[in-house]
T-cell receptor, first 117, second 112 residues
Framework: GAVVSQHPSRVICKSGTSVKIECRSL??????MFWYRQFPKKSLMLMAT?????????EQGVEKDKFLINHASLTLSTLTVTSAHPEDSSFYIC?????????????FGPGTRLTVT | KQEVTQIPAALSVPEGENLVLNCSFT??????LQWFRQDPGKGLTSLLL?????REQTSGRLNASLDKSSGRSTLYIAASQPGDSATYLC???????????FGEGTQLTVNP
């Protein structure tokens, strides 16, 4: 199988603080990881694509200075929401593509619920 | 720009009924199409993946078809059960390494 984990599953933080979300591929090496944001009863919106060892590619309209993405290893990508505000409250989901299996299917993490008070 | 639409947005059926969920996409030049299930507050579970060269895929009570030329896919669920209640998302990938473009999902409720 291909398992992706996220930590934490839920986080509540105060407005103005920063919060880091981790995405890990547990049993494969992920050359590419994706970060999505999902609003209630809405679909997933791609925020950025990260490749190991290089800068993330952000989608139009996503503030790269606010949503910092680091893909420092083949099994870990982090999303840091800086100076969080209530409008950043959302469900954040990551996915990863195995780089060592010759397939391009994305495997999704369980998501992180961020609430900014 | 690829756009994915799912109809209906919500569906409520009695247990045991067969049902069809629809997905359409605007650019037929896709690499594959995937159907996912999402339970409330949870991540995505992949149900079926159809490569662009395929017409359908089956897994248990689920059957997904793909008509690339018309930009449509359907997910057929046979003999629905209350445990099938969830949001079903379809997503298309345009090239082998590219991102997925998602529809907004169909929220399914199967009533016992």
């Amino acid at each position: 199988g291909a398992v992706v984990s996220q930590h934490p599953s839920r986080v509540i933080c105060k407005s103005g603080t920063s919060v880091k979300i981790e995405c890990r591929s547990l049993d494969f090496q992920a050359t590419t990881m994706f970060w999505y944001r999902q609003f209630p009863k809405k679909s997933l919106m791609l925020m950025a694509t990260s490749n190991e060892g290089s800068k993330a590619t952000y989608e139009q309209g996503v503030e790269k200075d606010k949503f910092l993405i680091n893909h420092a290893s083949l099994t870990l990508s982090t999303l840091t929401v800086t100076s969080a505000h209530p409008e950043d409250s959302s469900f954040y989901i990551c996915s990863a593509i195995p780089g060592d299996r010759g397939v391009y299917e994305q495997y999704f993490g369980p998501g992180t619920r961020l609430t900014v008070t | 720009k690829q756009e994915v639409t799912q109809i209906p947005a919500a569906l409520s059926v009695p247990e045991g009924e067969n049902l069809v969920l629809n997905c359409s996409f605007t650019d037929s030049a896709i690499y594959n199409l995937q159907w996912f299930r999402q339970d409330p507050g949870k991540g995505l579970t992949s149900l079926l993946l159809i490569q662009s060269s395929q017409r359908e895929q089956t897994s248990g009570r689920l059957n997904a078809s793909l008509d690339k030329s018309s930009g449509r896919s359907t997910l057929y669920i046979a003999a629905s059960q209350p445990g099938d209640s969830a949001t079903y998302l379809c997503a298309v990938k345009e090239t082998s390494g590219s991102r997925l473009t998602f529809g907004e999902g169909t929220q399914l409720t199967v009533n016992p």
